[in-house]
């Protein structure tokens, strides 16, 4: 499924938190990694050492995976990442969501925004806070946490998560979260009004039909598979439930009901990838023709 894995580093520690996981999928899936750093025009000067820092980094890896190419591109950071990904057949982008820029506000457009939101291959984020402790016996991402929304749209990330429980054999938690209610303006404003209770035990019981007819799905794969469905705001229920028993990874859509236009603007999507500390892939949903 990854054939080739792209990782972008540039140096920092922060960016490096991506490798882990890199390694770990590219052992599974006897993937190439392909590790690039991006020298920026005004740093020419340090090309060479630039490649040597990459060269490095290739050789180490080397020692736990197969396939591992040293990478060296000139020009904007968040242009070539895409630019090569797209030219040359790779399957899945990692990276870390912040680098040698430190820690700063996501609204800031850092790389990793930009690469988040322009590129349409699967990308693997990994939010740059304490790395993840790896205990004995056990993979980074041995339980994975599968959004799904009821949408045809939302399920663009069910495939991938079918392929890492074959592979790495994760139990998988099929997850949906009822809203309580809706936001409707008011003379007054927004006003946020709860649901009737006889209309939330109907949403409850669609969407609970619809997690165990995906459920049926993930049967007969090698990893365990289960189904939660909580009530309250979606996003916050995915990051609060994630934390709640500690997964290697949130598998999430970047369009469901929310619409492929509002992916920019407040998507479920990108609320988790901003609030969550969990490594998230976000797998982008194609728009159908009509």
Known sequence: MWEKILVPLDGSNLAELALP??????????????????????????RHMHQLYIEDVARQIRK???KASPLVLSGKPAGEIIGYAEQND??????ASHGRSGITPWSTGGVASKVLHATKIPLLLIKA????????????INRILL?????????AAVHYVGELMDRLES????FGVVPAGQHIRTVGGLDYILFPEQHLEAVKTEAREYLNKAYRRFKGRKGEVRVELRVGDIAQEIIKFAEEINVGLIA???HGHSGIERWVFGSIANKVVQASNTPVLLVKATRRRA
């Not at 390694?23 to 920026?40: K, P």
């Not at 139990?171 to 099929?174: G, H, S, T």
């Open 64 to 66: 736990r995976v197969t």
């Open 252 to 254: 999430i859509s970047s």
């Open 147 to 155: 959004p799904l929304d009821g949408s045809k749209a939302g399920e």
């Open 90 to 95: 790779v399957g899945l982008i990692i990276m």
């Open 129 to 140: 806070t304490k790395p993840r402790q790896r205990k004995p016996g056990k993979r980074l």
């Open 21 to 46: 996981y890199a390694e770990e999928l590219a052992v599974a899936f006897n993937s190439e990694v392909v590790l690039v750093y991006v020298s920026e025009p005004a740093e020419d000067q340090y």
């Open 171 to 174: 139990e998988v938690i099929l």
